[in-house]
């Protein structure tokens, strides 16, 4: 056993560059759940796609921000078809997503060819990788943690400008009050469908950049994808209730939270805790963040009454 | 303005619950008519103001609004003709977003939303102006979220963004039933003054008798998805609520013992 204070720290910046590549995840995720008040299960197939057509694009030789592209195309794509499912066929959001989940499993497969595609720093030019962390020796403007930062601001900003055009004020209204949005000619099921194809875009965009970090992608990446995408969001709500008001500021938290998630899971595997117990964990957290606004507003609710009671007692 | 010809609804048709909501129902409004609705519970007033909105489509009859066949439309295309503000005040706002943003959708109904910025500065200047009219201090908060204002702040608010694009049509589905009375009364008042600055033809149900009578320059009363009474002119203003609950007899006999209750 080996707990040394040492090790932990070493292996922070290569945790904080997952937390920030999980953290645009974290932002498609806020997109549907807290923009378009939809919990889209996609993700968990989207989030294999996009490492899947870069990794594969990029052994292909193709241009580094082509395959991006690309990738970011194919979840927008994604996005479409659960879209399609639910305002088109009626489906419920939660059961379109889970449909196009299971859809994906099986193109995953076949863009990929085998269940697993691995690419290497010796033989092409990686974006983002792990090996720019430890192996030593690249420049600051190599390190995921730049490079990964640059791309969150990039998203922040073009995310903050779309949201407040006229098109975004509408695919807010369609999440705030569904009712209200179609009274004020707003075609909701349109602005439903963009939401869900800008959502899964940005998951594939992450997942793009994640399998290039970890320098392959596999088909079960995406395995419970929703519910770190899920902490990132909580989390980041949690941190943002106190002082931010602003679209960006509650994206920036939603990538705090994301970071915030991938130190606990370093911390827990420093102390070497058997990673089978990892998910486990992880949907407790989940579940305990979702429940402390509930809690906290019958708190409320119980407070106001023992005091307006008690205010009558005494007149 | 508005011209329903024969408007027919049937909800759970084939089962046990099956209810005639609209009776092929006939109803022409002139432009600028402000016309009251009054009936009992299930009498199918808020069935005929959702109609024309366009929440479902009819089983058969057509709905004209300034000549144009509006039966086929979608809700949200109807939208850029009708003005609508409903019973619940959460209904026609959104909460979590602040008062100019709600003001900003509204100002866009009907036309087509595309990727300039939701909000210009001189609309800006326009909503305080007419913020300041309502006379309930919401012009000096634009940015204040719409969920920390009152139930008879956001009616007022949901009135401004219905009338704000000056719409063929405006309905009021019982948009005062859910508040206290004063503030129905403050908001009713509202309703008149903008009704009457802008010259908008009106629908407005309301379960209350007296209003029915002191507001709009028509009346029509309905039951199980007719109209059973129409009266407009000299002969509305004379109205009292005793002739209303007359009318309501003759026209509904065995009803009456039912909704006397409620119409009271």
Known sequence: MNLSISALISAMPGAIAQGLIWGIMGIGVYITYKVLDIADLTVDGTMCTGGAVCIVMMLAGQPMWLCLLCSFLAGMLAGLITGLLHTAMGISAILAGILTQMALWTVNLQIMGTPNQAISLNNYDLLVSLRYITDGGYPFYQNPLFVVSLFIIAIIAALYWFFGTEMGCGIRAVGANLNMAKAQGINTNLYKVLGLMLSNGLVALSSALISQYQGFADINMGRGAIVIGLAAVVIGSVLASKWAKNFALKLFCVVLGAIIYYIVLQIVSWMRINPDYLKMLSAVIVALFLAVPYWKSRYAVRRKITKTTGGGGDA | ?264
């Open chain 2, 1 to 264: 303005m508005l011209e329903l010809k024969n408007i027919r609804k049937t909800f759970n048709a084939g089962t046990i619950n099956e209810k005639l909501a609209l009776d092929d129902l006939n109803l022409t409004l002139n432009e600028g008519d402000f016309v009251t609705v009054i009936g009992g519970n299930g009498a199918g007033k808020s069935t005929m103001l959702n109609a024309i909105a366009g929440i479902w489509p009819l089983d058969s009859g057509s709905i004209v609004i300034d000549g144009k066949d509006v039966s086929r439309l979608p809700e949200f295309k109807r939208a850029a003709y009708i003005g609508r503000v409903f019973q619940d005040p959460m209904m026609g706002t959104a909460g979590s977003m602040n008062i100019e943003d709600n003001l900003a959708l509204a100002a866009r109904r009907g036309k087509r939303r595309n990727l300039r910025w939701g909000i210009r500065a001189e609309e800006r200047v326009a909503y305080k102006e007419m913020l300041a009219d309502l006379g309930l201090g919401l012009e000096s908060r634009l940015t204040a979220s719409v969920g920390l204002l009152s139930g008879g702040q956001r009616q007022a608010l949901t009135l401004l963004m219905a009338s704000l694009q000056h719409p063929k049509l405006l309905l009021l589905d019982e948009h005062t039933a859910a508040l206290d009375p004063k503030t129905a009364a403050k908001v009713l008042e509202l309703s008149d003054k903008i009704v009457q600055e802008h010259g908008l033809t009106t629908l407005m149900v309301t379960h209350n008798m007296r209003d029915a009578i002191a507001h709009g320059n028509r009346l029509i009363m309905m039951s199980n998805g007719k109209i059973i009474f129409d009266i407009s002119g000299e002969g509305k203003k004379k109205l009292t609520v005793e002739d209303l609950l007359q009318q309501f007899e003759k026209a509904s006999g065995m009803q009456f013992a039912n909704d006397r209750a409620l119409l009271g």
